[in-house]
């Protein structure tokens, strides 16, 4: 299972004008297609992913998780941890430390074989400062740990926060990639947490809204503001 599928023609110019709408270099085209032929062959075997076409894979999976750059980009200039929890296939992982070196990503999954493919695609892709974690959320024994932790439509707010809450250093944040506004899952947040932005996203190729919810714990507005995941393009 380690040899890529062949992708339809036409994906390459599709995830470069991509990249070029988000902010990022054409040319990050090359790895992300190489993570996308891989998840396309092993996912007609195991059944990693409901988006089976390669072509809905590039809007679906690469540039839905890459829309959300800007807020680890300040991370990753000074090496900090970033958790990606539930990440099933490594998403928005894979492709976060693909585009930005330096960001220290765990994928955290307890699925056995989603975590095998992210090894192997680790291992290919050369991604040294990412790793894989094969455990449930609430077992991730690493608190304190994060800078940032990230979920891609895992579950709601509060749930998130239960399960992952305790791998955040002082003054770290969720950084929650959601659809439409969540506002009753807000509204509906632990005490001890407060959300410090809820920002529209673009993805290109996709109509579909998209939010960016940023959370942090209740009282340390002072270490989250100095926490530049917090500020896109800091």
């Known amino acids: 299972m380690t040899t890529p599928t062949p992708l339809p023609p036409g994906l390459r110019s599709e995830l470069e004008a991509g990249l070029s709408a988000l902010g990022l270099e054409p040319a990050l085209s090359a790895p992300l297609l190489d993570y996308l032929a891989l998840l396309a062959r092993w996912n007609r075997t195991y059944n990693l992913t409901a988006v089976r076409d390669p072509q809905e894979m590039v809007a679906k999976h690469l540039l839905d998780s890459l829309a959300m750059h800007a807020y680890v980009d300040p991370l990753a200039r000074r090496g900090g941890a970033l958790a990606d929890l539930g990440t099933g296939p490594g998403l928005p992982g894979i492709p976060l430390s693909i585009v930005k070196p330096g960001l220290r990503v765990t994928l955290v999954e307890s699925n056995g074989k989603k ?35 990230t979920a891609r439509a895992l579950a709601t707010l509060p749930l998130i926060l239960e399960l992952g809450g305790h791998l955040l250093k002082p003054g770290g944040v969720l950084l929650a990639m959601k659809g439409v ?38 009282g340390e507005a002072g270490a989250a503001a100095a926490n530049p995941a917090t500020r896109p393009g800091a």
């Open 115 to 149: 975590a095998r493919f992210m090894r192997e695609a680790l291992r290919q892709l050369g991604l040294k400062d990412a790793r894989v974690s094969e455990s449930r959320i609430e077992a991730f024994a690493e608190p304190g740990a994060y800078d940032a932790i």
């Open 181 to 218: 506004r969540p506002d009753d899952e807000i509204a509906a947040l632990p005490p001890a947490w407060e959300v410090r932005a809820v920002e529209p996203m673009r993805v290109p190729g996709l109509a579909a809204e998209r939010h960016m919810v940023v959370i942090g714990r209740r």
